[in-house]
C-alpha cells in the first residue's frame, strides 16, 4: 500500500512539473481538449491504482488462507505427537511394572538356611540324555523345614509332611513325561520324610 503511495506521488509530481513548463502550459490553454484529458487523469488512475491494490490484496488473502491451512495441519501434527507421546509413555510405564513385578518375584521365596541333604533322586528317559534331579535339604537349625529343589527350576519351602507331598508330585510328574528313577538316596534328618 505504501508504495503505491509513494509512487502515486513521484508520477504526480513529475506530471505537475512536467505541466508547467512553458511551451506544454501554452499548448493546454490554446487547446480546451487537454484540460479534460487533464481532469480525467485523477479519475482513471484511482481505479488503476485501485485495481493494483485489489490484486494485491487478493493475493495477501490467498496466503493468509495457506497460512491458515498450515497452521491447522501443524495442530494436526502435535495432537499426533501427544497422542503417540502418551501411547508410548504408557507402554513404557506397563513394562516397567512388569520389569518391577519380575524383580520382586526373587524376594518373594523366603530364605532357606541349607543345612545337609536329606534325600535326592535322579531321573532319566530311556533312550535320551536327558535328565532331571530332586534334591531336598533340611534346615541348617535342625528344626522341621525343608527345601525342596527341582532342576526344572521350582523352590519348594515347607515342613516334612508339605515337602512329602510336592516331592511325590514331581515325581509322578516326570514318570508321566516318561522319566524313570535311576538313582536316589537319603541323608541324616531329625525329622522324618514320607518320600518312597
Sequence with gaps: ????????????????????????????LTHPLWHSLLAAVPGIA?????WFELRHS???????????RLRSEQNALQNQV?????????ERNKHLQQIAE??????????FAKG?????????????????TLYVYAAKDGSNSFLLEASTGQRVIGNNEEISKQFSVLQI????AGFERTNSGTGGT????FIR
Design 116 to 132: 545337609g541333604m536329606a534325600y535326592h533322586a535322579t531321573y532319566s528317559k530311556p533312550g535320551s540324555s536327558e535328565r532331571r
Design 46 to 50: 484511482v481505479p488503476v491504482l485501485a
Design 82 to 90: 501427544g497422542e503417540l507421546t502418551a501411547e508410548l509413555a504408557a
Design 190 to 193: 531329625l525329622h522324618r520324610l
Design 58 to 68: 487478493g493475493e495477501a488473502h490467498t496466503l493468509r488462507g495457506e497460512a491458515n
Design 1 to 28: 500500500m505504501r508504495r503505491a503511495v509513494a509512487i502515486a506521488a513521484v508520477i504526480g509530481w513529475v506530471f505537475t512539473l512536467f505541466l508547467l513548463l512553458p511551451d506544454i502550459k501554452n499548448f493546454l
Design 173 to 176: 510328574e516326570y514318570e508321566v
Design 102 to 111: 519380575n524383580t520382586k518375584k526373587p524376594a518373594d521365596i523366603p530364605f
